[in-house]
Each structure stands twice: as structure tokens, then as C-alpha cells.
């Protein structure tokens, strides 16, 4: 029983690591476009812009339930199969990058104008911009972002777990729902309580300790 | 060094066009300390921001040293900013760098080797007296100390010209004399053009030789500051260069005279000596003396009372004022 549950969270922590990596990789650049396309920023461009956050918006609206089984074609085209662990990746990744590219957005818009206004004065590229000053002064705002985004993960994962993707939630619905067994249902729950609280105050704790070193 | 030729900047907002500026020319040589002043919204603003192209005027030129800055792009753009260093109102510090970090970045971003950046870092902690700051974040900084900040950064480059966009504005009066007073030795020292945005002309009279008048984006007069203070006032510039007034409640009881003591005069007790050998009576209304550019400039206006008797022996206006104007003192009839 017990490695069932080991083997079910060491899944979901699988699912959860892996998509977030792809996650960030791909949000953060999506949330910087985003930021740095807007009107009056380093590399005004409307056009890309509107078509961008329009995308994005669009991927927004889906419910994760419905994104998940209307990707399967492109789920299969990726990892080949559309069932299982690093199948339920494939989805995860897909919501998780226009949800990370707002939080980065929102947490870039937080630089101040005048700030990146210094930095152009003093000649700096539009790489050395978004490299030298955006990232690093919205940095506690990223980790904090990125902490909210790894948590909505976790509950993302459980429903990829009802499709067949492995993990907690498919313990706990097979186990706790089909078959009655609340003990395993209290257990899947006790696991996610504690992941999601392990998680949020580490990120606190990251984003806080750059914060506190910034006033010392 | 800065040739401007009618600069012009249009902004378009909703349906209103704006002139934010209208034809602006200026001429400012090397080593000046140019003072722009004008209200808020008088357009001074943007032309400090079209001189590093932080924003980009609709029509004009721009030349800095022999360069049309308007017609660089790209590299060349961000080479030539690097050698026009700018101070802010609020500062603009990264709060994520440190003060050595901060007037590191211009340097780290021309790749100097660290060995560089280190020693020119310390000579300018050391320029601006915050070396036990080194390490300190910008948020435990005060104004003051921020701006120094700002003013090491912005000097990292060497740069030819510095461009001062309301730098004391944020700060105390104290203060403001300290960041007045590095910036004035600054320019002494490393031979530095300042062009000085600013809506106070406590500043101008401080550390401007020169100074500009900037009204909804047209430059009202520009010129020597000293000059501009002891030459006749002109009803548009006047509430610039502050304006002796007489109290309203006294009475019109003979002919008016304001007098400037420029060159020095104010020095001199030039009225008691008319009086004496004039036999006349002058009653004073009010007046004052400041010191602009280290040279002592007074302002007085004055009533010349109708006399009574020995009228032979009373000069005319003209006289008087010839008589004056022998001693550097400008006079004006008011009434």
C-alpha cells in the first residue's frame, strides 16, 4: 500500500519537475515578448503583440479537462502515445505557458519606466536590458510566480491522472473513488496538502531572502 | 558641442495634437552648465530626452560634438549614448545591484575587464565620498546619496556630456545645495557640459552660466545668466527672474525706479552718495540682493520724491540715470 502511494507521489513530482522545466522555458520568453512588444517598451510592436496576448487568451479560456483531450493528436505526435506519465506532460506544459507567460508579464510590467530608461541612456541593447535589469529586478515577483505556477501544476496533474497519466490523482480516484477506500482518498490529500504548503513556503522563503539581502 | 536647430516634437493624444516642442534652437558650447527652465509641461522634458534619443523628436537636428545624433540607429546609437551621461529626478537606481554594482553596469557594458571596472568604480565611489557604501542596496540609501549614486553612474563612461533631467528636485534644500555643488565641481573638473532641466531657478542662479527660457515648447530668450538678470526685465520673462515689487498699500507719491547693481555695484553705497550731493529724498520700497553665478546682483526699487525748494539744484531724470548707468546700476522708470 505504502509504495503505491510513494510510487504514485514520486509520478506526480515527475510530472510536476519536468513540466514546469518546459514551462519556463518556454513562458518566460512568451512573458517577455509580451512585456517588451507592449506600447512605449524597448521593442514596441503592436501587431505581435495583439497576436500574441490574443493567443494566449485564447489558451486561457480552454478548462484543462477539455484542453487536454483536444490535444491528444499533438500529444501523440510528441511523446507517442497519449497515455501515461510523460503523455499527461504534454498537456500540463501546454496549459502552464500562457498562464507563466501573465505572471511574468505582470511581474515585468513591475520594473519601473524610469529604471530601464536609465539603462538605455546608458546604451545598453535590448538584450542586456531584459538580461541585466528586467529579470533581476522583478526576480522575487518571477520566483513567486513561478511558485503559483508549479502549485496550479500539481492540481492540473491530479486531473491528468483521472485520463490515465499516472500520479496521485489517479490513486485517488481509482482507489479512493472507484473503489471506496477512504483511507487511500485521505491519504492522496494529506500527500497534496503538504506538497502545495512545502512548496509555497519555499518559494516565500526564496523570493523573501532576495528581498530582505536587497534592504540590509 | 550641442547644436539644436528647430527641434520639433508632436505628439498626437486622442484627437489632440500637441506641440510638446515648436522650433527649438539652442547653441550650447563646451564646459557650459545650461540651464533649461520652465514650467511643467513647457516641453523641457523632452528636449533633454531628444538629446540621448530616449525619445525621438518629429523634425529637427541635433549635434552633438560634429554627430547628427537623429540620423544614428543601433550600434552606433547606443555608442553615442554611452558617451552622454544622465542623472534622473528619481533616480532610476537597479535595486536589485548594489552601489558598486550600480556604477558598474555602463562599465560592464563596454566588457572592460574586471580589474577596470574595479578601479574605476572605487575612484568614483571615492569622487562622490561613498566609499563606505560600497556594498549597501539603493533602499537604504538617502535622496542625496542615491543621486551621488546616480552621478558616479552616469560619470562612469567619462562621459562629455551630462544631462541633469530635475536631479535635485526630489531632494531637501540642504541636500540640493550639496548635489548642486558636486555638479558644479564636476564640470570644473572634468571639463563636463551640463544641460540643467529644472523649474526652479534657485538652480539657474546656483550653477547655470547659461539659461534658457522654455514656454510651451518655444525658447523665450536664452543667453548669459548673469546678463539675463541685470538687463532690463521683459514683461514675458519677468516671472522668471523674479520681479521687485512695491507692497500694494503705499500710495504712488513721486517717480518710480527700479535699479539693478549688476558688476559688482551692489557693492557700493551708491544711492547715499546721490543723496548727499543731490540733496534729494528717496524712499526705498523694497529690494534685495543674491548672489547669481558667485557675482552679486541687487535689485531696488525706489521712489524719487517731488522736492521742495533749490529746484536749480535738482538733476533731472536723465541725469540721474546717465549718472547710474556711469556706476553699473541699471535703472528702469516704472511709473
Same mark, same amino acid.
Given at each position: ?21 518546459? $514551462? ?30 490574443? +493567443? ?24 507517442? $502515445? ?9 498537456? !500540463? ?10 505572471? +511574468? ?105 532576495? #528581498? ?5 | ?122 575612484? !568614483? ?15 537604504? !540609501? ?8 546616480? @552621478? ?10 551630462? #544631462? ?31 544641460? +540643467? ?46 520681479? +521687485? ?28 552718495? #546721490?543723496?548727499?550731493?543731490?540733496? @534729494? ?28 525748494? !533749490? ?25
Amino acid at each position: 500500500m505504502n509504495q503505491m502511494l510513494i510510487k504514485a507521489t514520486l509520478e506526480t513530482l515527475y510530472m510536476v519537475f519536468i513540466a514546469t522545466s518546459f $514551462t519556463v522555458l518556454f513562458g518566460l520568453p512568451l512573458g517577455t515578448v509580451l512585456v517588451i512588444t507592449s506600447k512605449g517598451h524597448i521593442l514596441e510592436n503592436q501587431a505581435l503583440h495583439k497576436t500574441l496576448s490574443y +493567443v494566449v487568451n485564447m489558451a486561457r479560456s480552454l478548462p484543462f479537462i477539455i484542453l487536454m483531450i483536444f490535444i491528444i493528436p499533438f500529444t501523440r505526435l510528441i511523446v507517442g $502515445t497519449s497515455i501515461g506519465t510523460n503523455a499527461a506532460i504534454v498537456p !500540463l506544459v501546454v496549459a502552464a505557458i500562457p498562464f507563466f507567460a501573465r505572471i +511574468v508579464e505582470s511581474a515585468l510590467y513591475e520594473v519601473e519606466g524610469g529604471v530601464v530608461e536609465a539603462a538605455i541612456a546608458m546604451g545598453a541593447s535590448e538584450w542586456e536590458i531584459i538580461r541585466q535589469v528586467l529579470i533581476p529586478e522583478a526576480l522575487p515577483s518571477l520566483i513567486l510566480g513561478t511558485t503559483i505556477t508549479i502549485i496550479n501544476l500539481i492540481g492540473y496533474s491530479a486531473m491528468a491522472g483521472a485520463v490515465g497519466g499516472g500520479g496521485i490523482g489517479d490513486l485517488a480516484i481509482r482507489y479512493g473513488y472507484h473503489r471506496f477506500r477512504l483511507d487511500i482518498m485521505a491519504e492522496t490529500i494529506v500527500i497534496l496538502i503538504v506538497l502545495v504548503q512545502l512548496l509555497q513556503s519555499t518559494g516565500n522563503l526564496l523570493a523573501n531572502s532576495i #528581498l530582505k539581502h536587497r534592504k540590509r | 558641442m550641442i547644436k539644436i536647430g528647430a527641434l520639433t516634437k508632436i505628439y498626437k493624444k486622442e484627437d489632440q495634437i500637441i506641440k510638446a516642442l515648436d522650433g527649438v534652437d539652442l547653441h550650447i558650447k563646451k564646459g557650459d552648465i545650461f540651464g533649461i527652465i520652465g514650467l511643467s509641461g513647457a516641453g523641457k522634458s523632452s528636449l533633454v530626452r531628444c538629446i540621448n534619443r530616449i525619445e525621438d523628436p518629429t523634425s529637427g537636428d541635433i549635434f552633438v560634438a560634429d554627430t547628427n545624433i537623429l540620423k544614428l540607429n543601433g550600434k552606433a546609437l547606443r555608442e553615442a549614448r554611452q558617451g552622454i551621461g544622465m542623472i534622473f529626478q528619481n533616480f532610476n537606481l537597479l535595486s536589485s545591484k548594489t552601489v558598486y554594482e550600480n556604477i558598474a553596469f555602463p562599465l560592464r557594458l563596454q566588457k572592460l575587464s574586471k580589474e577596470q571596472v574595479h578601479n574605476r568604480v572605487m575612484a !568614483l565611489l571615492e569622487k562622490v565620498e561613498l566609499t563606505d557604501k560600497t556594498n549597501a542596496y539603493p533602499v537604504n !540609501l538617502s535622496g542625496g546619496q542615491k543621486q551621488r549614486v546616480g @552621478i558616479a553612474r552616469a560619470l562612469a563612461n567619462s562621459p562629455e556630456i551630462l #544631462l541633469c533631467d530635475e536631479a535635485t528636485s526630489a531632494l531637501d534644500p540642504k541636500t540640493t545645495k550639496q548635489i548642486l555643488n558636486l555638479l558644479k565641481d564636476i564640470s570644473r573638473e572634468f571639463g563636463i557640459t551640463l544641460v +540643467v532641466i529644472t523649474h526652479e531657478m534657485e538652480v539657474i542662479k546656483a550653477i547655470c552660466n547659461k539659461v534658457a527660457i522654455l514656454e510651451a515648447g518655444k525658447v523665450l530668450v536664452q543667453g548669459d545668466t548673469t546678463e539675463l538678470f541685470t538687463s532690463k526685465t521683459e514683461e514675458k520673462t519677468r516671472h522668471f527672474f523674479g520681479e +521687485v515689487e512695491a507692497p500694494t498699500c503705499l500710495p504712488v507719491k513721486g517717480t518710480r525706479l527700479l535699479l539693478t547693481f549688476a558688476k559688482g555695484s551692489a557693492k557700493f553705497p551708491i544711492l547715499s552718495k #546721490l543723496i548727499r550731493q543731490f540733496e @534729494i529724498d528717496i524712499n526705498i520700497l523694497s529690494g534685495n540682493i543674491e548672489s547669481i553665478q558667485d557675482e552679486v546682483v541687487g535689485k531696488l526699487l525706489i521712489e524719487l520724491l517731488p522736492q521742495k525748494g !533749490l529746484a536749480e539744484q535738482m538733476p533731472s531724470i536723465h541725469e540721474l540715470l546717465d549718472i547710474l548707468k556711469s556706476e553699473n546700476v541699471l535703472a528702469e522708470v516704472i511709473i
